[in-house]
Each structure stands twice: as structure tokens, then as C-alpha cells.
């Protein structure tokens, strides 16, 4: 294998980012280059250096108590770590609750408290042990050591004061079998907040991967047809599909033509008409139509598979913070438990405090720097954050993105669906023979309703309340141009793109065409409506001294007629997905330098 090939594997098993943490130490440790583990994919990567086989980094991972797997299986219904919290919860509020009553009430009693934490414990030691002993393992102890050694020195000195003055009220003063369980609860209700804004963040991965996962039908050298699944396409075959059809991969139409629907690549929600020799892209839908294509480019070679790869690597870029994380831990859990050492060490042989309460001391060290805090406020101030802001309107993909927010000089704006809703209004007409406004809006409301297509759906639901039906008979699609029909009196109309117009006008400009009885009366310009406030938002942002930049994969005249319509500074227009990483990039690195 070449040297910079890119291996990458499915991981199960990591709870935490503590888990994806100690397996990128180990593969490092073993030489591998360029590793990135991600605990929200559940994902390994590395360049091949040809120091180890698979076999060797497989084996490594699963001493850590990791499996690799051939592909992470969705979970139905509750997480093992959400289950594992919900049963340590049960057994934890009464443990914390005994402190509000008497000593006498039941809550208060030895064998009680020690029943209630036992389960707990046993959760907490197997939880967190697993990716504690790993991180041992490699050598950089991680935040779960301490997690780890926080509950067993709580719970050991409890057992020890409950053995010790077993029947006696002294043995009160060793109990702190509530501050074991509780640490234990509170992290695992940190895993668990961290568990699902994950899960949340990982969708868009998801729904990208559920657009590969069709069949295709192949056209055989003697002409017949057979289903195959998309890993089995291989270059060069020829494919078809009609009507309502996924295409399957990347390749060039060699036979009929067809409206496509390219929104899951450019964003926009105007089907493009494509013919032969055009370009077709996998994962867009065949919205009318029958086309055969010769397939190009399949598995990671299609655009759709660098989109999937594009949202992967956009998710293992960490936050400054995180990075520094990263580096603190490694050096975080041997300080502390050096400090508590000499804690003991100092209030014992220096201080002259007797040997019961020096153990107390150090232990007090260890369980106030356990992270419990950490566990739990880091993801919590997260979730916060973005579920306020979801109610009012903003989404955010995660922390990272606030922190990067902070310091933000530019934003860039999408066009379709961010600064505009992806329904269309009529924006201005004009009459090329005598018809009038209303009979105009009577005859485009009449025949969109008999048309599929998403601009024929906004047309209907923007006339609905200023237009009256005509009653048309012989209504019939024109395949990739838009469709014709009669009315009662035997008017014959055609209404839809420039291809059906181009004998009658040489003016292209227009998004619709209105013939009658083969004569070209009206041109229909229609625009994105746009969002509310959108013009007041750009304009406050403009006065923030924010630098404002559309990147959007519509069409130039559209992008600058809208810039201009609400201010916004910048304009890149007809961008593909990877072109506009390469802008975000871009801009990035000028950002930097200014800094």
C-alpha cells in the first residue's frame, strides 16, 4: 500500500471523548501518522506507513477494550450510557436525600446507604474503568482516572468507617457513600447530554449516507436489465433511470433527456433540464424523464462520497479549547494525584495530624479534583446555549462553532433556504400581446395546478387567493420544456421554459413563457422569497463592522440582485460544495493573517 493512503475504521464501543482520546495515543504510540479518532462518528483514521498491518492496529485497539467493526449499527431506543445513568439516578436520590432527614430515619442507615451505592459503584468502576485503564495503557492517564479513583477512594474510606465502627455512631463520620454515587451519576449525566448532541450532530452524515444506499438497473451488453447495488457499479456501465428515480453515481447522459433535481448538491430547489452529453451527479433525483448514462466515477470518487468526507473532517476539527484539553490531561491526573500524596505526606509527618484524618485530607484532594464539574457544566453550558438559541430561530451545530463565533470577522450566508425560504413569487411579468394582468394570473394559476414541478407548486400557492380556474381539457407534461393544454373555447396554450419559446423570441431572460395558440403573450420573472428581517439582520451585521458574504451554487445575476436588494458585502456565486469549502477556507487564512 502506498504510504499515504488513508485507512480508516469503524470503532464501537467509545462513550466519551475521553475513549477516542486514549486510542488516538495508543495508534500514535505505535508510530502510526496523521491520526484523528472521532467519537461522534465512531471513527478511526490514519496514513498507512506500512510499519503495522491492520491485523496489528485492530489488535491494539481491542486491548483497550474497543472492537473494530465492518460498520456502526444505529441504536433503537435508549443508549447504553442514557441506561446506565437512569439506573445509577434510582439508586442515587435517595442516597443524596438522607442528609434532610434524622439520623434514625432509614435513609441514614449504614447497611442502607451501602446497599444503595453498591450498584452505583459497580456502573462507575466498569464505565469509567475501561477507557481509565486504556488511557494507563498508553501512558497519558486521562480525566477517567481520576473519575475512577474519585469513587473508589470515597466509597473504600466509607467501607472502612462502616468495618471499623461497625454499630457505632462514629462510624457516621467516615460515610460518604452519597459522594461516590453522586460522582458517578453526575459524569454519566455529562456523557449523556455529550451523547446526544452528538447524536444530533451526526444526522447530516447520516441522511448523506442513507442517499448511496440504492440499487441502480445496469443495461446488460444484450440488452437486458438487471438491479445492482452501489458498491457492486463499477466504471464504465451503462445505467438507466426514469422518472422519480435516484441516480446512483457520477457519469454522462448518452441517451434522452430529463429534468433533474440537483438541490442536494447546489441547494437550489429548481430542477435543471439535462440532456445528452450532459453531466449527472449521484445521489440528484430524476424529477421527469428518462435518461441512460455511462457511469464515470463511483465509490469515494463521486461528489456526493467528498461531500460525506467533506462533513467527516469538518466534525474532527477540534476547538482551541478542546486541543488544549487534550494537552492538560496528560499532565492534569499525575499532578493531582502527586498533590494528594504530599498532601497526606505533609499532614502526617509534618503537621502531626493523626494518621485518620491525613487520609482524609489527601482523599479530599482527589474527589474535589475529580471533573465531575467538568463532566457536567461543559455539556450543559452547551446544550443551553443552543437550545436558546434554537427557540429563537438559531441553529448551531456545536460548541466549537460558538467559540469560533466569539472571534468571527466574517459571515457567510447561503442563499436558498438561509437568506431566502426556497419558495418562488412572481417578481414582475410582461405582455407581448393584448392580454390583461387578471387574465394573465387566471391562466398560469389554471395550468400550474396540473404541474409537479416545485416553481409550478409556488406559482399556485402565491395566485391561490388572486386568481380564478379555468376549466382546461387535454393538459399534457412536455417533457423538460413544461406542458400544454385547451380550454374550452379551443384556446391551445404552452407554458414553460425558453426551449418552448425559442422559435417566437430571442429574449432568454425570462423563467417562464406563456404562448397562445402558438403565440408568445407574456414572459413571468420569479424570484426566492425572501425571510423576514433579513435586510435589518445583514444591516446590523454591517454596523457590527462584520464582513458579509453570500456563497451560494445559484446563478450570478440571482446571487447579485439579492446581495444588492439587502446589503449583503461579498458575492460568490455557481459554487459546488468542495469550491465553497475552499472559500471557507480562504477566507479563514485571510482571518488569521489579520489576527
Not at 230 to 249: C, H, M, R
Not at 366 to 380: F, K, N, Q, R
Request: glycine share 8%.
Amino acid at each position: 500500500m502506498p504510504e499515504d493512503q488513508k485507512i480508516t475504521l469503524n470503532i464501537e464501543g467509545m462513550t466519551c471523548a475521553n475513549c477516542a482520546l486514549g486510542i488516538k495515543k495508543q495508534l500514535e504510540k505505535k508510530g502510526l501518522e496523521n491520526v484523528t479518532v472521532t467519537f461522534s462518528t465512531g471513527e478511526a483514521s490514519y496514513n498507512n506507513t506500512q510499519k503495522l498491518s491492520l491485523e496489528e492496529v485492530k489488535a491494539g485497539i481491542d486491548s483497550l477494550g474497543f472492537k473494530v467493526v465492518d460498520e456502526i449499527v444505529d441504536e433503537e431506543g435508549l443508549s447504553p450510557v442514557e441506561k446506565k445513568f437512569y439506573f445509577s439516578l434510582i439508586f442515587t436520590i435517595p442516597l443524596f436525600l438522607h442528609m434532610f432527614f434524622a439520623h434514625d430515619f432509614i435513609l441514614n442507615n449504614v447497611w442502607v446507604q451501602l446497599g444503595l451505592s453498591v450498584p452505583v459503584i459497580i456502573i462507575g468502576l466498569f464505565h469509567f474503568g475501561k477507557s481509565a485503564f486504556g488511557s494507563l495503557k498508553t501512558g497519558v492517564p486521562n480525566m477517567d482516572v481520576l473519575i475512577v479513583i474519585g469513587i473508589t477512594s470515597a466509597f473504600g474510606y466509607s467501607l472502612y468507617g462502616t468495618m471499623a465502627y461497625l454499630g457505632l455512631p462514629e462510624a457516621h463520620n467516615y460515610l460518604f457513600y452519597e459522594t461516590a454515587a453522586t460522582i458517578t451519576t453526575l459524569v454519566l449525566l455529562g456523557n449523556v447530554l455529550e451523547h446526544r448532541s452528538v447524536k444530533q450532530t451526526t444526522t447530516a452524515i447520516k441522511e448523506l449516507n442513507q442517499l448511496q444506499k440504492i440499487e441502480a438497473k445496469r443495461i446488460l451488453p444484450n440488452g437486458e436489465i438487471e438491479l445492482v447495488d452501489y458498491d457492486d457499479i463499477v466504471v464504465g456501465d451503462i445505467l438507466q433511470f426514469n422518472t422519480g428515480d435516484k441516480i446512483a453515481v457520477d457519469g454522462e447522459i448518452i441517451w434522452g433527456d430529463a429534468v433533474i433535481n440537483e438541490a442536494m448538491i447546489s441547494g437550489e430547489s429548481t430542477p435543471v433540464n439535462k440532456k445528452n452529453t450532459d453531466k449527472v451527479i449521484g445521489g440528484t433525483i430524476v424529477a421527469d424523464g428518462s435518461i441512460k448514462m455511462r457511469a464515470e466515477k463511483v465509490g469515494d470518487e463521486t461528489v456526493l462520497s467528498k461531500i460525506i468526507e467533506l462533513v467527516k473532517n469538518a466534525q474532527q476539527d477540534q476547538p482551541a479549547i478542546q486541543k488544549l484539553g487534550d494537552k492538560v490531561s496528560a499532565i492534569f491526573v499525575p499532578v493531582v494525584v502527586g498533590i494528594a500524596v504530599l498532601t497526606f505526606t505533609l499532614a502526617y509527618f509534618i503537621f502531626d495530624l493523626s494518621l485518620q484524618q491525613a487520609i482524609m485530607q489527601s482523599i479530599a484532594v482527589l474527589v474535589i479534583s475529580c471533573p465531575c464539574a467538568m463532566g457536567l457544566a461543559t455539556p450543559t453550558a452547551v446544550m443551553v446555549g443552543i437550545g436558546r438559541a434554537a427557540k429563537k430561530g438559531i441553529l448551531i451545530k456545536g460548541g466549537s462553532t460558538l467559540e469560533q463565533f466569539a472571534v468571527a470577522k466574517t459571515i457567510v450566508f447561503d442563499k436558498t433556504g438561509t437568506l431566502t425560504t426556497g419558495n418562488f413569487v412572481i417578481k414582475k411579468t410582461k405582455l407581448y400581446a393584448s392580454v390583461g394582468e387578471q387574465e394573465l394570473k387566471n391562466i398560469l394559476f389554471s395550468l400550474e395546478q396540473h404541474s409537479s414541478h416545485p416553481i409550478a407548486k409556488s406559482i399556485v400557492n402565491h395566485l391561490k387567493n388572486d386568481a380564478v380556474t379555468i376549466e382546461l381539457t387535454e393538459v399534457k407534461e412536455l417533457r423538460g420544456k413544461g406542458l400544454e393544454a385547451k380550454d374550452k373555447t379551443g384556446n391551445y396554450y404552452q407554458l414553460g421554459s425558453y426551449r418552448l419559446a425559442e422559435q417566437l423570441t430571442e429574449n432568454q431572460n425570462h423563467s417562464i413563457y406563456l404562448i397562445k395558440n402558438n403565440e408568445l403573450i407574456a414572459g413571468v420573472d420569479i424570484e426566492d422569497e425572501l425571510k423576514d428581517n433579513v435586510a435589518e439582520t445583514i444591516t446590523l451585521l454591517n454596523k457590527q463592522g462584520l464582513n458579509t458574504v453570500m456563497l451560494s451554487g445559484d446563478k450570478s445575476d440571482k446571487c447579485e440582485e439579492l446581495a444588492n436588494q439587502i446589503g449583503i458585502k461579498r458575492v460568490y456565486s455557481q459554487q459546488l460544495p468542495e469550491e465553497k469549502l475552499i472559500k471557507i477556507e480562504n477566507l479563514q487564512k485571510k482571518a488569521q493573517q489579520l489576527w
